[in-house]
């Protein structure tokens, strides 16, 4: 849970969430000429626009992650005390056993990448779109497939160098 699930599904979730609305939002600054307008004044796109997407979600999505794995943790003992007839002290002892603290700290560094690549498809997706609104709504959507698709990826690549390293 806190090494794989956890991250995996808080990055799928805000992927669905953030990163659509990350790359809808700037994708209709962009073809409202709004980015044009910031640049024209001197306002970089990076540094005002994406950036502080960027740090957004790198600050946020580890604290969701830690959320998510408190979470499946409580309901694991829940299903061990209804269903499994252990203690709640019994859960824990074995919990401790289980988890490690590498375990948790991969998952979060894991998240933090995560995070990075989220708001980094996603505004750049929205910042080429074209074309009206169709434009935004098919760089949403191909925002939204391609983070799914490199969370897998990138989630596949930590395994193997997690695995590698005896971690």
Do not use: N
Not at 102 to 129: E, H, P, R
């Amino acid at each position: 849970t806190v090494r794989e699930l956890g991250p995996l599904m808080t990055g799928i979730v805000v992927a669905g969430r953030s990163g659509a609305a990350y790359a809808a939002e700037l994708g209709s600054m962009r073809v409202s000429e709004e980015i044009d307008a910031l640049q024209t004044m001197g306002f970089g796109a990076m540094r005002f626009l994406v950036f502080p997407r960027l740090m957004a979600l790198v600050a946020v999505v580890p604290l969701l992650t830690m959320l998510a794995d408190a979470m499946g943790i409580a309901g694991g003992l829940v299903v061990s005390l209804t269903t499994l007839d252990l203690t709640t002290t019994a859960y824990l002892t074995e919990l401790q056993k289980a988890v490690h603290g590498w375990d948790c700290l991969s998952g979060i560094l894991k998240s933090a990448v995560f995070a990075t690549a989220i708001a980094v498809i996603a505004c750049y997706q929205g910042l080429t779109a074209s074309g009206g609104a169709e434009g935004v709504g098919r760089r949403t959507t191909g925002a939204v497939v391609t983070i799914l698709f490199l969370l897998i990826v990138i989630d596949a690549v930590f395994t193997v160098v997690f695995h590698a390293f005896g971690g």
